[in-house]
T-cell receptor
Framework: DSGVTQTPKHLITATGQRVTLRCSPRSGDLSVYWYQQSLDQGLQFLIQYYNGEERAKGNILERFSAQQFPDLHSELNLSSLELGDSALYFC?????????????FGPGTRLTVT | QQQVKQSPQSLIVQKGGIPIINCAYENTAFDYFPWYQQFPGKGPALLIAIRPDVSEKKEGRFTISFNKSAKQFSLHIMDSQPGDSATYFCAASTSGATNKLIFGTGTLLAVQP
């Protein structure tokens, strides 16, 4: 158990809908990362937050947005969902946004868009 | 230039064998190279990591070999066990203001008893 929690574990929704994925980082970790894992794209970095502020952006679609709240939990919002958004979404956390600190991954949220 | 290329896509070895997974990168700004292990239904977990100032690092049965001039690094699993059957990802990152990981495409390893 990495100490990172993600809810829900599974999510099934229809095209055009909007969903929110939630992540609670390990106790004490200030930086949160979101990754998408799909069969065709592999594991891709989406976005990173550090202490409530956006720190880095990767291949995140404009239909997707995220935020980190004062209690350090983070939410990833996916809107106008398309079939291609079906994937595993992982949240990871680290104490600080530096390679000296290990990233711990949560168990993921499996999103299925029908 | 942000890519990390990983091979092979899948690998089958007998128990006790030494599977080798290879990765290559282009971006010379990368200075942190971790390997992650992922079991079905779980998130990736850090296995071992290396920085370019060393050519090899061992942790238990896992060894990373690093060739800075060739921009390649590899994972060796000594005395592999069926419990090592998992997907392995190499990754790369750059020290600095972020710690975003650029992942390879993954290698599905099966260790047969």
């Amino acid at each position: 158990d990495s100490g990172v929690t993600q809810t829900p574990k599974h999510l099934i929704t229809a095209t055009g809908q909007r969903v929110t994925l939630r992540c609670s980082p390990r106790s004490g970790d200030l930086s949160v990362y979101w990754y998408q894992q799909s069969l065709d794209q592999g594991l891709q970095f989406l976005i990173q937050y550090y202490n409530g502020e956006e720190r880095a952006k990767g291949n995140i679609l404009e239909r997707f947005s995220a935020q980190q709240f004062p209690d350090l939990h983070s939410e990833l919002n996916l809107s106008s969902l398309e079939l291609g958004d079906s994937a595993l979404y992982f949240c990871a956390s680290s104490l600080l946004p530096d390679t000296s600190y290990e990233q711990y991954f949560g168990p993921g949220t499996r999103l299925t868009v029908t | 230039q942000q890519q990390v290329k990983q091979s092979p896509q899948s690998l089958i070895v007998q128990k006790g064998g030494i599977p080798i997974i290879n990765c290559a990168y282009e971006n010379t700004a990368f200075d942190y190279f971790p390997w992650y292990q992922q079991f079905p239904g779980k998130g990736p977990a850090l296995l071992i990591a290396i920085r370019p100032d060393v050519s090899e690092k061992k942790e238990g049965r896992f060894t990373i070999s690093f060739n800075k001039s060739a921009k390649q690094f590899s994972l060796h699993i000594m005395d592999s066990q069926p419990g090592d059957s998992a997907t392995y990802f190499c990754a790369a990152s750059t020290s600095g203001a972020t710690n975003k990981l650029i992942f390879g495409t993954g290698t599905l390893l099966a260790v047969q008893p």
